[in-house]
């Protein structure tokens, strides 16, 4: 496979950024605490916003009486629903379900008729203080008409459940059915030789960065424009949202994203307190301030999906097909992506295995809970999680062993691309070489005798493996969900590169990785690189951060930008050194005529480009700025013959294996060892890499383990606070051991897949086979996330 | 973020203390470490007119007197972890420094504070019951002592009257036992599950204290050479099994006994 190098005369290979270990841009600055959040900003004059959140999971709002709290000399303002409406319209849907023939339901900045969550925003304040506004909300009075509620998916879908919409189309809960169907699953499950079903819940739990979201919103009267600094990883797109619901026009909307401190999706746009700080700062000509409580971040959540699935397969292990007909639980209605999450879920199935016939239909159902946010993985972790259960379920159905299970089912090295029976076109991979690796990284085939030995003692250990595959980088054809972006090259007249791009950072290191490309490009020396992102007002126009994808389009353009520069910086060198331009070599910031001593330092002939653009320049167009787009090749939006669109360029792999003890007296398990084989083609920055693998997996381990969004029964979020939401701690996970493989994307220009997305399906996948495998000899099974001591000691007293 | 505005009191004995909060008890929170105080007033759980802490009222000593350890209420769970007095007490040192939190948690909260509050699911009341501790409380009347068995009455209630405050804890060496404690998480922020306080003597004969699955702490004895007995008759002790928003009552009880073993294993 060749990968277009970004070296038309390569920079030699040991002074090249590509490839290393560069460290962080601007870690010092978080490694000592100097680095500005949201919340660290003081913009003079600014006051307080706090909301009132419904107490009842689903009601009819007959009255807000703001009387009292307007009286109260610290209230500067205060909005209910009734009101808001008169400055702000619904909220655009990021992704909306009616782009695929769901449904839709209007979201307002604060409710308005109707509450459908308990947490719902019912009205707000604004105060000098974020203390004053939180006691301001207890001056609010609210006449409710309590409604019946109902938080179970499943039971939201059986006639006569509660309705949360009354408005029109909405005859039931199901917010969109959609079906992945190809091939004759009845006709295969009558040939195959055997046919195993089963369930498996897959529970809610979200993603919590520590930094949660915060808005400073500002309208300037004079220039009748916002300026925005809101921790967002998605400046643009947001742009467009809040332009929509307060109705003023994108140019009249300036969004600038400061360092955030984490993402993992809660900080992609719909939220209602985004449009809410601008309608009060609009009143009021005032910045006005919001900052999330961690109560707050835990309302919303993702993934719970209940499996119901059947396998047809033969004696030797082959899948020749699969049912598997889920429900999502997505929550109330919002206009954040969340939802999204169930459409991927059911579009990965079968991941990287070659089922003939496949029957996937997933029904997204709208409940009584919070709504869900895109999360990372963004719903391709639970096929992960269930198709890996999947493949053991089959082993253990034959007698043959799990790994070899996988190698018979998985895509070959030699059929890539490869169509799946949903319509994805998978790039490259070599998932049989990937396995491999991985099994010896834990030594899998030592692992045997030392559980049987275990067992000999009664300690249950276990061994799981799980395959991961990641499509990552996607356009969602319709939505804002951009596939490509934009990045800008500037070199100023004293030779100084200043990059800025469509693409932004949550932390975890793409302006560093993208600056590498650009200092190879340009022979220049990284730390001469200065990087902006987040900026709607100054950087080029960009879908900001999510489905990993800064070096698959951003890295890309910037790629392409910088090659323009150097074309011009080629062209004027060589008539400086009397060379032909194929003879230059730019490394280490100069220009230097091959073979020879003659050479020439970049900055000046930077600064020849500017000063002298009639003369010695006069070949080239000044100045020495280029933005450029990238659009990966292998996206497809016209429907096939059978309808199905290719919405991702690349798809990452990974084989994640987990090593377990289970104690069986009290159903805790013990993660002793965990490692993973990552296969993301070419690497920029590996330790970026693996930095986002070692951060997933974690997320993934939480995911089996501990976290959940637990719900009382009276509809409010009982997992509200870090000490009931147990998040992973750094002393109690073992060490991450990450491998790679190299495969690259034939599709994308430097070779390069997404990265970041991966690691937390697959490991919470690994764990939850690992554990299974230990509890095996008990005759128990668990059939759910997470594997926490009490679930795990249900299904072992169940199978006493 | 904390609603509204309070009087912040330090007062210098705990004379003065007991005096203050006789003023005005139905609006005042008294602060061991605060790490329960605060966190709650943050959340508007509580909305004290006053804030009385402990922290200059001379509480905040661990001293050796006649056979026993005693614990002023404002010491922290590192003061325990560094205190030649209360090395005395294995199961304790092991308690105190099995806190979560790290660190920053186990430098500002108190055991005092834990004691008060009087949450089932917690390290501290398990321990003092098990250990057989005094605690001894002041008013502006005087002082009085309850042993820890009757000291905690319920989840979130103690003999505590309204008025009262806690002085001291004063708990036996025990002469000639040795003592395990062990304590069950979910996962590392977990708050304690279920936890076992062991006293075993020379004989074999072995106490445990079970913490955390109850409503209130229960003791149970027996022999540490029939440990499957011991763990049948902790699980049998649990009438009234605690649950809350990690654990329901049900699975506290089923994992107890294993707990009331592996307690006795830690003292053996
Ligand atoms: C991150 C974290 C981790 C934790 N981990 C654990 C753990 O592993 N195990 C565990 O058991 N607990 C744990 N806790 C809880 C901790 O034990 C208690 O928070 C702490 O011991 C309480 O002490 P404090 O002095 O901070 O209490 P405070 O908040 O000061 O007080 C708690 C209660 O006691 C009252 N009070 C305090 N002192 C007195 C007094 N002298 N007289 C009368 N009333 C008084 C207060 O009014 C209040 O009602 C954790 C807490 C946090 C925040």
């Keep these: 496979m060749s990968v277009a190098s970004p070296y038309p005369k390569a920079v030699p290979e040991a002074n090249r950024y590509i490839g290393q270990r560069s460290r962080k841009l601007k870690g010092d600055q978080f490694l000592t605490g100097k680095t500005e959040y949201v919340n660290d900003l003081e913009l003079l004059g600014t006051v307080h916003m706090s909301v009132l959140r419904s107490p009842h999971p689903h009601a009819r709002i007959r009255n807000v009486d703001l009387s009292r709290v307007r009286q109260d000399p610290r209230c500067i303002s205060a909005l209910d ?143 009748e424009a916002y300026t925005l600094h809101f921790a967002t990883q998605n400046p643009h797109p947001l742009r467009w949202v809040l332009s929509a619901a307060l109705r003023v026009s994108e140019a009249q909307i300036r969004i600038i994203a400061p360092t955030i401190g984490g993402g993992f999706g809660l900080k992609m746009p719909g939220h209602p307190e985004e449009g809410l700080t601008c309608v009060f700062s609009r009143i009021l000509g005032k910045p006005v301030k919001w900052i999330e409580e961690r109560d707050e971040a835990l309302l919303l959540g993702a993934r719970e999906h209940f499996h119901r699935f059947k396998v047809a397969f033969n004696a030797d292990g082959k899948i020749v097909g699969l049912r598997n007909h889920f429900t999502a639980n997505v929550g109330s209605i919002s206009a954040c992506p969340g939802w999204g999450m169930a459409f991927l879920a059911g579009l990965s199935f079968p991941t990287g295995y070659k089922i003939p016939a496949t029957d996937v239909v997933v029904t997204a159902v709208t409940t009584n809970k919070a709504p ?100 990552e980088s996607a356009d969602i054809p319709g939505t804002i969900v951009g596939g490509y972006d934009t990045s800008t090259v500037k070199m100023d007249p004293s030779g100084k590169v200043t990059l800025l791009t469509g693409v932004t950072t949550p932390g975890s290191g793409n302006d560093g990785g993208i600056a590498q490309i650009v200092a190879d490009t340009l022979g220049v020396d990284l730390d001469g690189i200065t990087v902006i992102q987040g900026d709607t007002d100054i950087c080029p126009y960009g879908f900001g951060n999510y489905s990993g994808r800064s070096m698959v389009s951003g890295g890309n353009a910037a790629l392409l930008a910088a090659r323009d520069i150097r074309v011009k910086l080629s062209k004027v060198a060589a008539f400086m050194l009397e060379a032909a331009e194929d003879d230059l070599v730019f490394d280490q910031g100069k220009i230097s005529v091959a073979g020879t001593d003659k050479a020439v330092a970049i900055k000046d002939v930077a600064n020849v480009i500017y000063t002298l653009a009639f003369a010695t320049a006069h070949m080239v167009e000044p100045p020495l700025e280029a933005t450029r787009v990238y659009k990966p090749d292998n996206i497809v939006h016209f429907p096939d013959e059978k309808g199905r669109i290719q919405p991702y360029p690349t798809y990452s792999n990974a084989v994640h294996v987990a090593i377990v003890e289970v104690d069986t007296e009290t159903g805790k398990v013990d993660l002793q060892r965990f490692g993973v084989l990552h296969d993301c083609g070419n690497m920029i920055n590996p330790m970026f890499v693996e930095g986002q693998m070692h951060g997933a997996a974690v997320m993934g381990f939480g995911a089996a383990l501990s976290e959940e969004c637990k719900y009382n029964a009276d509809g409010s979020l009982a997992a509200d606070r870090f000490k009931t939401y147990m998040m992973q701690r750094a002393n109690e996970i073992p060490m991450v051991e990450v491998e790679h493989q190299v495969t690259p994307s034939p599709f994308t220009l430097l070779g390069v897949k997404g990265a970041g997305e991966a690691g937390v399906g697959g490991a919470a996948g690994a764990i939850i086979n690992a554990v299974n495998d230990a509890i095996r000899p008990t005759g128990a099974r668990l059939r759910r996330t997470p594997a926490s001591p009490i679930h795990v000691l249900a299904a072992l007293k169940e199978a006493q | ?88 007490l294995p199961a304790l040192v092991a308690m105190a420094a099995g806190v979560t939190g790290g660190g920053q948690l186990r430098n500002r909260a108190t055991l005092g504070g834990s004691a008060c509050y009087g949450n089932p699911s917690s390290d501290v009341p398990g321990l003092l019951v098990g250990l057989g501790a005094t605690l001894t409380v002041r008013s502006a009347g005087g002082t009085r002592s309850i042993a820890a068995a009757d000291f905690f009455t319920g989840p979130l209630r103690t003999a505590l009257q309204t008025g009262e405050l806690l002085e001291s804890m004063t708990i036996p060496v025990p002469a000639g036992m040795k003592q395990g404690y062990y304590k069950f998480k979910l996962a590392e922020s977990s708050w304690p599950i279920c936890t076992g306080t062991a006293l075993v003597g020379a004989d074999g004969s072995a106490t445990v204290t079970i913490g955390a699955a109850n409503c209130r702490p229960v003791t149970v004895t027996g022999s540490a050479s029939d440990l499957d007995g011991l763990a049948r008759a902790a699980e049998a002790a649990i009438t009234s099994p605690f649950s809350d928003t990690l654990a329901d009552g049900e699975y506290r009880k089923q994992i107890a006994g294993a707990i009331a073993k592996r307690a006795v294993k830690a003292a053996v």
């Excluded at chain 1, 959609?178 to 055997?194: C, K, N, Q, R, S």
């Excluded at chain 1, 030699?414 to 690796?437: C, R, V």
């Excluded at chain 2, 001379?58 to 056979?67: S, V």
């Design chain 1, 81 to 223: 629903g009734e009101e808001a409406k008169q400055h702000a319209d619904p909220i655009p849907h990021f992704i909306s379900a009616a782009v695929f023939g769901g449904k839709y339901n209007d979201v307002r900045v604060i409710a308005t008729g109707k509450v459908t969550y308990r947490g719902q925003i019912v009205a707000a304040v604004v105060a000098p203080s974020r203390g004053d506004a939180d006691a301001l909300l207890d001056l609010i009075d609210v006449d409710y008409e309590v409604l019946p509620f109902v938080l179970d998916g499943d039971e939201a879908l059986e006639p006569g459940a509660p309705l949360l919409y009354d408005t029109e189309g909405w005859e039931d809960n199901v917010v969109i059915r959609i079906p992945f169907v190809e091939g004759d699953f009845d006709a295969a499950a009558a040939g195959a030789d055997h046919t195993l079903e089963d369930t498996f819940y897959h529970h809610r739990y979200s993603t919590q960065p520590i930094e949660t979201r915060g808005y400073i919103a500002s309208w300037d009267p004079r220039a």
């Design chain 1, 372 to 471: 869900w946010q895109a999360a990372r993985g963004y719903g391709k972790e639970g096929p992960q999680i269930v198709m890996e259960r999947i493949i053991d379920l089959v082993a253990e159905a034959t007698g043959i062993d799990p790994a070899e299970v996988r190698r018979r089912n998985f895509i070959n090295k030699d059929e890539f691309p490869y169509k799946t029976n949903s319509g994805l076109n998978i790039d490259s991979g070599d998932y049989h070489q990937a396995l491999e690796t991985a099994l010896k990284l834990l030594d899998y085939d030592g692992f045997k005798a030392k559980q049987a030995a275990a067992l000999a003692e009664g300690r249950h250990i276990g061994f799981g493996i799980a395959f991961e595959l990641t499509p």
């Design chain 2, 1 to 88: 973020m904390i609603k509204n505005r309070f009087q912040y009191l330090a007062p210098t004995s705990v004379e003065e203390a007991a005096n203050l909060l006789a003023a005005s008890p139905g609006d005042t929170e008294v602060i061991g470490g605060g790490t329960w105080v605060v966190v709650e007033m943050t959340a508007g759980d509580r909305d004290p007119r006053r804030v009385i802490d402990l922290k200059n009222a001379g509480l905040r000593y661990i001293r050796e007197e006649k056979g026993a350890v005693v614990i002023g209420a404002r010491a922290t769970y590192t003061d325990v972890v560094r205190s030649a007095a209360a090395a005395k």
